[in-house]
């Protein structure tokens, strides 16, 4: 493609969004009778900006385009022509077939931007070409002399030279001699995949640069040790020379080392900005207006319904957001559902006409996607009896109060959840916002449904689609739960996460059988439910005597004391996508590798709000959080030089009620176990590992004997005869092979030993 041809197609790219813009501004002004009635100055303005995307369709040599601009052309020239210099009034199936041309145009310029063959535009040419109910002027009524109406222009105007390129769009710059490349979405995303993982790559080197800075603090301390331990020594002449080598040579390793680690931190400081970077420029190219994949879904919901039959005002706004292709992607079908929600739930009853909306917002907090409607808004009590129905709540007990508006419209988004009295083309089977919330979580965002603030008198409803900024790396308090440590983000823009707290046990109190707290909120008080993050997650909890750390979790007037083992530290780290078997896909949306390799799963604010009320709800005896005395869970070493087999083998164990420790090789393992007032039940144990493997482990195991009674068990990739009978001979426990790994045998032979 010539340079001259990209600026071309980039400059129309930026005047057909503002040519249509303004064209549908225009005919958004409905009256009750879902007319529009525009004064000549604005009719003009409409008519002319037609015949600017015909011209300019002729430019970038687009004929579907050019030939659907003509028509719409012509039909507002008729409308021109019939108001006679005075105001016009548009019926609504003028408007419709106007709205339906426009349609047309903005698929056909998507399918540009694309690269995609354009739609076919003769069924929309010929609605264009028939002859709708004709428009009549607006009743006469006295009004300021307005000079000589201007003569009509003709039905079928000359179109004008070609126009001058206007700017383009902030996605594609056009500056002298600057080239254009069409890439394939799918090689932008490989590289935008490909950029988070050189990312997590150098998150990785955090820990060897901590190990760096600990060995240089280790090393230190051995230097004052010894300068400690010469002074005290007795003056040998003979040793003299020998003991001043040493020190010279401690001293120079000390230098060493502290250059070294020097270093690496400038190192580390380095890569990591030449990675974000370039991470900000491989994210600019993935960038696309959101109208390129959104845009028409609004020409899909006119479709709908006039399909159905139902007279209804699409608005759309903010299209122009830049959002990564990917991820607007992903979101297309959850948007149509909404949509098609809306032309089924959202009809007004007070006889208005019926309006939805798409709106899309890109701020530095991330991306939010509206969908809203003018109608009567969500019917909590009907979502309560649905609910109840479905066994979601409990039927409430005589003279209770209500469960939270909040805590309801959470509901809606189960799936199969429906009010809706009978199945039609629009809705009924209760699918769509059960997609849109998993399609939300799966991106790391929520999704909420809550009343639409009033505009111009009128309610109605409105989903928001919140997910965090598109890069990698995210902000995370860490926290542990049932013996392992889980990040939370720091919310979406719909659920808050925090502040910290330490709730006194003497304010815990039981509500309906569920344990709530008194808590400070908002200048007041309120009595606030409480989760245990290690029950919602299906792990064993670990209480503790004295004050119950918790993460406050609020979204709008719902609110959630998500109880903890302990409150750790916020981070910044890269959080990758997380898909491995058994993962609740509801509360965890990615994983984020800690310092030791240990991995952190991160979980969804939303997901952990709204189980958490949903359990609320659910009348139950209440449980202690805080016994005194818990029972003590058995410990095990996994050691394993990979960490894909230490994570799945800890996520094993855990899930089965130990607490676990993690090593890297047999020699960390053999320290791990010389700790003073380390108490380890069973080592579980590889083979294949570097520094010391699995039959030296054993072997130093069964020598100490400190040790020598400790369980060991060997799971390992070798699998011959003659390794099974040497792990055995050396005192193994049990020898285990990673070949179809299953899990309930691992769990049931540690059973067996401990």
Same mark, same amino acid.
């Given at each position: 493609?010539?340079?001259?041809?990209?600026?071309?197609?980039?400059?129309?790219?930026a005047?057909?969004r503002?040519?249509?813009?303004?064209?549908?501004?225009?005919?958004?002004?409905?009256?009750?009778?879902g007319?529009?009635?525009?004064?000549?100055?604005?009719?003009?303005?409409?008519?002319?900006?037609?015949?600017?995307?015909?011209?300019?369709?002729?430019?970038?040599?687009?004929?579907?385009?050019?030939?659907?601009?003509?028509?719409?052309?012509?039909?507002?020239?008729?409308?021109?022509?019939?108001?006679?210099?005075?105001?016009?009034?548009?019926?609504?199936?003028?408007?419709?077939?106007?709205?339906?041309?426009?349609?047309?145009?903005?698929?056909?310029?998507?399918?540009?931007?694309?690269g995609?063959?354009?739609?076919?535009?003769?069924?929309?040419?010929?609605?264009?070409?028939?002859?709708?109910?004709?428009?009549?002027?607006?009743?006469?009524?006295?009004?300021?002399?307005?000079?000589?109406?201007?003569?009509?222009?003709?039905?079928?105007?000359?179109?004008?030279t070609?126009?001058?390129?206007?700017?383009?769009?902030?996605?594609?710059?056009?500056?002298?001699?600057?080239?254009?490349?069409?890439?394939?979405?799918?090689?932008?995303?490989?590289?935008?995949?490909?950029?988070?993982?050189?990312?997590?790559?150098?998150?990785?080197?955090?820990?060897?640069?901590?190990?760096?800075?600990?060995?240089?603090?280790?090393?230190?301390?051995?230097?004052?040790?010894?300068?400690?331990?010469?002074?005290?020594?007795p003056?040998?002449?003979?040793?003299?020379?020998?003991l001043?080598?040493?020190?010279?040579?401690?001293?120079?390793?000390?230098?060493?080392?502290?250059?070294?680690?020097?270093?690496?931190?400038?190192?580390?400081?380095?890569?990591?900005?030449?990675?974000?970077?370039?991470?900000?420029?491989?994210?600019?190219?993935?960038?696309?207006?959101?109208?390129?994949?959104?845009?028409?879904?609004?020409?899909?919901?006119?479709?709908?319904?006039?399909?159905?039959?139902?007279?209804?005002?699409?608005?759309?706004?903010?299209?122009?957001?830049?959002?990564?292709?990917?991820?607007?992607?992903?979101?297309?079908?959850?948007?149509?559902?909404?949509?098609?929600?809306?032309?089924?739930?959202?009809?007004?009853?007070?006889?208005?006409?019926?309006e939805i909306?798409?709106?899309?917002?890109?701020?530095?907090?991330?991306?939010?996607?509206?969908?809203?409607?003018?109608?009567?808004?969500?019917?909590?009590?009907?979502?309560?009896?649905?609910?109840?129905?479905?066994?979601?709540?409990?039927?409430?007990?005589?003279?209770?109060?209500?469960?939270?508006?909040?805590?309801?419209?959470?509901?809606?988004?189960?799936?199969?959840?429906?009010?809706?009295?009978?199945?039609?083309?629009?809705?009924?089977?209760?699918?769509?916002?059960?997609?849109?919330?998993?399609a939300a979580?799966?991106?790391?965002?929520?999704?909420?449904?809550?009343?639409?603030?009033?505009?111009?008198?009128?309610?109605?409803?409105?989903?928001?689609?919140?997910?965090?900024?598109?890069?990698?790396?995210?902000?995370?308090?860490?926290?542990?739960?049932?013996?392992?440590?889980?990040?939370?983000?720091?919310?979406?823009?719909?659920?808050?996460?925090?502040?910290?707290?330490?709730?006194?046990?003497?304010?815990?109190?039981?509500?309906? /059988?569920?344990?709530?707290?008194? =808590?400070? @909120?908002? +200048?007041?008080? *309120? $009595?606030?439910? !409480?989760?245990?993050?290690? %029950?919602?997650?299906?792990?064993?909890?670990?209480?503790?005597?004295?004050p119950?750390p918790?993460?406050?979790?609020?979204?709008?007037?719902?609110?959630?004391?998500?109880?903890?083992?302990?409150?750790?530290?916020?981070?910044?780290?890269?959080?990758?996508?997380?898909?491995?078997?058994?993962?609740?896909?509801?509360?965890?949306?990615?994983?984020?590798?800690?310092?030791?390799?240990?991995?952190?799963?991160?979980?969804?604010?939303?997901?952990?709000?709204?189980?958490?009320?949903?359990?609320?709800?659910?009348?139950?005896?209440?449980?202690?959080?805080a016994?005194?005395?818990?029972?003590?869970?058995?410990?095990?070493?996994?050691?394993?030089?990979?960490?894909?087999?230490?994570?799945?083998?800890?996520?094993?164990?855990e899930? /089965?009620?130990?607490?676990?420790? =993690?090593? @890297?090789? +047999?020699?960390? *393992? $053999?320290?791990? !176990?010389?700790?003073?007032? %380390?108490?380890?039940?069973?080592?579980?144990?590889?083979?294949?590992?570097?520094?010391?493997?699995?039959?030296?482990?054993?072997?130093?195991?069964?020598?100490d004997?400190?040790?020598?009674?400790?369980?060991?068990?060997?799971?390992?990739?070798?699998?011959?005869?003659?390794?099974?009978?040497?792990?055995?001979?050396?005192?193994?426990?049990?020898?285990?092979?990673?070949?179809?790994?299953?899990?309930?045998?691992?769990?049931?032979?540690?059973?067996?030993?401990?």
């Open positions: 493609m010539s340079d001259f041809r990209a600026e071309l197609l980039a400059a129309f790219a005047e057909h503002e040519h249509l813009g303004a064209i549908r501004e225009a005919l958004s002004a409905e009256d009750g009778d007319a529009v009635e525009l004064e000549p100055a604005a009719l003009r303005e409409v008519f002319r900006r037609a015949h600017s995307l015909k011209g300019a369709a002729r430019a970038v040599d687009l004929p579907g385009l050019e030939a659907v601009a003509h028509r719409v052309e012509s039909l507002l020239a008729r409308e021109m022509e019939a108001a006679a210099g005075g105001p016009a009034r548009l019926s609504p199936p003028t408007l419709a077939l106007l709205h339906r041309g426009l349609d047309a145009i903005e698929a056909s310029a998507s399918a540009m931007a694309a995609a063959e354009a739609p076919p535009v003769e069924a929309v040419l010929a609605a264009l070409d028939g002859d709708p109910a004709p428009s009549q002027p607006p009743p006469a009524a006295p009004r300021a002399a307005e000079g000589p109406a201007p003569a009509p222009p003709a039905a079928h105007p000359t179109p004008p070609a126009p001058t390129p206007t700017a383009a769009p902030p996605t594609a710059p056009s500056t002298p001699g600057e080239g254009h490349l069409r890439v394939e979405a799918a090689r932008v995303e490989r590289l935008s995949a490909a950029m988070h993982g050189l990312k997590v790559l150098i998150g990785r080197q955090d820990s060897t640069i901590a190990g760096l800075r600990g060995l240089e603090a280790e090393l230190r301390a051995l230097r004052r040790g010894w300068d400690g331990l010469r002074a005290a020594l003056a040998d002449p003979a040793l003299a020379p020998r001043r080598g040493f020190d010279a040579a401690l001293g120079e390793a000390v230098r060493r080392l502290s250059g070294l680690s020097r270093q690496g931190r400038a190192m580390e400081d380095a890569l990591d900005r030449a990675a974000s970077t370039l991470q900000e420029e491989v994210e600019a190219i993935a960038l696309v207006p959101a109208a390129t994949v959104l845009g028409p879904l609004a020409a899909a919901a006119r479709e709908m319904a006039r399909e159905a039959g139902r007279e209804v005002t699409v608005r759309t706004e903010g299209l122009e957001a830049q959002a990564e292709r990917r991820v607007l992607q992903a979101l297309k079908d959850p948007v149509l559902h909404l949509l098609r929600n809306a032309l089924g739930h959202g009809a007004p009853r007070d006889g208005r006409r019926a909306g798409l709106r899309v917002a890109a701020t530095g907090g991330g991306l939010r996607v509206t969908v809203w409607d003018n109608g009567p808004g969500p019917d909590l009590g009907s979502i309560e009896a649905t609910a109840i129905r479905r066994g979601l709540l409990a039927p409430r007990a005589p003279g209770s109060a209500p469960p939270s508006a909040d805590a309801l419209l959470a509901l809606v988004f189960e799936p199969g959840f429906s009010t809706a009295a009978e199945v039609d083309r629009l809705s009924g089977r209760g699918m769509g916002l059960s997609v849109v919330a998993e979580a799966a991106l790391h965002g929520g999704a909420a449904l809550r009343p639409r603030p009033p505009v111009d008198g009128a309610g109605g409803a409105e989903v928001v689609i919140a997910l965090p900024p598109s890069t990698g790396r995210r902000s995370l308090l860490l926290v542990e739960a049932g013996g392992q440590v889980f990040g939370l983000p720091g919310g979406n823009g719909l659920v808050s996460v925090g502040p910290l707290l330490r709730i006194d046990p003497a304010s815990i109190i039981a509500a309906e /059988g569920r344990p709530v707290a008194r =808590l400070g @909120v908002e +200048g007041g008080e *309120a $009595l606030v439910p !409480l989760a245990s993050l290690a %029950a919602l997650i299906g792990r064993a909890e670990e209480p503790s005597p004295g119950v918790a993460v406050l979790l609020a979204r709008g007037g719902a609110r959630l004391a998500l109880t903890v083992s302990a409150l750790r530290d916020a981070r910044s780290l890269v959080v990758t996508e997380v898909d491995a078997p058994g993962v609740d896909t509801a509360l965890v949306s990615g994983a984020a590798l800690l310092e030791d390799e240990a991995v952190a799963l991160v979980l969804s604010p939303d997901g952990l709000l709204d189980r958490g009320l949903r359990e609320a709800a659910r009348p139950g005896a209440a449980r202690p959080l016994p005194a005395a818990p029972e003590r869970r058995r410990h095990i070493l996994v050691v394993d030089d990979s960490i894909t087999t230490r994570t799945l083998e800890r996520s094993v164990l899930a /089965g009620g130990y607490r676990v420790t =993690l090593a @890297v090789d +047999g020699l960390d *393992a $053999l320290n791990s !176990l010389r700790e003073p007032g %380390a108490s380890v039940d069973l080592v579980l144990a590889d083979v294949e590992m570097p520094r010391m493997d699995g039959f030296g482990l054993i072997e130093a195991i069964r020598a004997p400190h040790l020598a009674e400790l369980p060991v068990i060997l799971m390992t990739s070798r699998d011959s005869p003659g390794d099974v009978q040497r792990g055995m001979e050396l005192g193994a426990s049990a020898y285990l092979t990673k070949q179809g790994f299953d899990g309930g045998a691992l769990l049931a032979a540690i059973g067996q030993l401990v």
